[in-house]
Nanobody, 132 residues
Framework: QVQLVERGGGLVQAGNSLRLSCAAS????????MGWFRQAPGKEREFVAV????????????DYADSVKGRFTISKDNAQSTMYLQMNSLRPEDTAVYYC?????????????????????WGQGTQVTVSS
């Protein structure tokens, strides 16, 4: 099993920044891909960003939802088993619970749709609220 713990959510004004972190523990050798998803009130959970974790072919691979491209940056520290999401120029529509997720599947298999049911491990979520 893999345990994921998110930190860094909060309340910010539009235009400001937040940095989320996700610490992985347990059987981290089983992880091949990690990502961030979010769920706004009354909406389905949606993909935000993904990063290759273990595969040498995809070790530097990142991808983003169109809605966050150019504003959010996903990164990782494999030595610390930690993933980050730097969120800049936040908008009220970014308000959601943000979830960290890890998949056993190779990043190439998950492309390009990154379905959430292909991710095997989930964090508890952290609330991000952006006021206008």
């Amino acid at each position: 099993q893999v345990q994921l713990v998110e930190r860094g959510g909060g309340l910010v004004q539009a235009g400001n920044s937040l940095r989320l972190s996700c610490a992985a523990s347990g059987q981290t050798f089983a992880i091949d891909t990690m990502g961030w998803f979010r769920q706004a009130p009354g909406k389905e959970r949606e993909f935000v960003a993904v990063i290759g974790w273990r595969s040498s072919m995809y070790s530097s691979y990142t991808d983003y939802a169109d809605s966050v491209k150019g504003r959010f940056t996903i990164s990782k520290d494999n030595a610390q088993s930690t993933m980050y999401l730097q969120m800049n120029s936040l908008r009220p529509e970014d308000t959601a619970v943000y979830y960290c997720a890890a998949s056993r599947y190779n990043t190439g298999f998950l492309r390009p749709t990154y379905e959430d049911d292909h991710f095997h491990f989930w964090g508890q979520g952290t609330q991000v609220t952006v006021s206008s």
